[in-house]
């Protein structure tokens, strides 16, 4: 959009001064407004919370919001379409403007719990009737999120959250995705395995009776008094978010220096490492390629981190029994998922369809 022009009144001072004020309030409006009437948004609908961002036409984030669970592996297509609005009306709305009255030209869905077919085409059905001048794409959530981390560029990616998958493209367009199979089939490397691993090695179930440093912690924050008590906490209105919600607590006692904690967090950082290290070798890149870790339980703990990095000492032997090395380049993401999803949906025109290996 270009500098908006004052016309009329005098050289005056009091008139100039007010002149020039005026200019950089229309200024600012035109950063806030969505250019040539035409913005974007990107939705990152996970099993814990979903996250929108909304851009401009030339790329600027105008705005940003948080909603409930838009997993579709969890929640029915109504009440996903439901969070999906609330965080879109949000995101405009911090840009100061209304998302009823200027809909967004297309938006762009990463959601958990794509393989429900039946579910992803009422959902797609049901925005489609709410937003009908948006035009609404929707993937798997871990494209998204290794779009937003690598900016589209040959990379493997391995989002942990409430669960984990492993995703990439090589230099060819080729894809490849590991695992994301849900808690119950795989998501060895998500938050819930994390804690139903903690919970099943530092409690003694079923007798409770010599419950770890870890497992006590794991105990006052459910709200349970008794150990054996932990089993009904889980399975009464089972929610991956609520079960994954103890991760954190993981988390800090590891890094405080709990044994048991820290054993826990390494196991995890371990499978994830497989992941990336399965992930790169399927895709055969030509040039060495970045793994990016995306998702929000690698901010629980450094050993996580550490352990995904450099692996285990068994790894390390057996490969030398090999005569074999695996090692994988890490890097910071760029973006996050939501603003993955926003530049896809910014750049949908354009895209070319990768090929499955």
């Known amino acids: 959009m270009g500098r908006p022009r004052i016309r009329g ?11 020039r004020q005026n200019e950089m309030q229309q200024a600012a409006r035109a950063r806030n407004a969505p ?23 030339v790329g600027a984030v105008l705005g940003r919001a948080r909603a409930g669970s838009g997993s579709l592996t969890t929640q029915p ?31 762009m869905v990463g959601i958990a719990g794509f393989s429900n077919e039946s579910g992803r085409i009422e ?13 609404w794409y929707v993937v798997p959530d871990y494209v998204t999120a290794w779009y937003g981390a690598s900016g589209g560029t040959p990379s493997a990616c391995v989002i942990a959250g409430t669960g984990s998958v492993a995703y990439g493209r090589n230099d060819a367009g080729d894809e490849v ?12 490397g998500g938050a819930v395995k994390l804690v139903l691993d903690a919970i099943l090695n530092n409690l003694d179930l ?18 349970v008094t008794l ?55 399927r895709l055969q890149f030509r040039h060495e390629a970045p793994v990016f870790p995306a998702g929000g339980l690698w901010a629980c703990s450094r050993h ?9 000492r068994a790894e390390s032997s057996g490969l030398a029994r090999r005569g074999a090395t695996a090692s994988i380049t890490i890097q910071q993401p760029i973006a996050d998922a939501a603003m993955g999803a926003a530049q896809m949906a910014r750049e949908q025109e354009t895209a070319q369809p990768p090929r499955t290996v």
Do not use: C
């Open 9 to 19: 009144g005098r050289s005056r001072r009091f008139g100039a001064r007010t002149n």
């Open 35 to 57: 250019p040539m009437n035409r913005w974007y948004v990107g939705i990152d609908a996970g099993g814990s919370k979903t996250a929108a961002v909304a851009l401009s036409q």
């Open 77 to 107: 297509p109504a009440a996903v379409a439901a969070v999906f609005a609330m965080a879109l009306s949000e995101a405009a709305r911090e840009a100061g403007f209304d998302a009823a009255a200027e809909p967004p030209s297309a938006a």
């Open 123 to 135: 959902l797609q059905t049901r925005l489609a009737s709410a937003w009908p001048k948006t035009s």
């Open 177 to 188: 995705r590991l695992d994301g199979l849900g808690y119950l089939l795989g998501d060895v």
């Open 206 to 223: 079923p007798a409770g009776d010599s419950p770890t440093s870890l497992g006590r912690a794991m105990m006052l924050e459910a709200g």
């Open 227 to 281: 150990a054996a008590d932990i089993i009904p906490w889980v399975y009464a209105d089972f929610s991956p978010a609520r079960v994954a919600a103890l991760a954190p607590l993981i988390g800090r006692l590891a890094d405080a220096g709990d044994p048991h904690a820290i054993r826990v967090i390494r196991r995890h950082g371990f499978r994830l490492r497989r992941l990336a290290l399965q992930t790169v070798q």
């Open 304 to 312: 996580l981190r550490d352990a995904f990095a450099h692996g285990s």
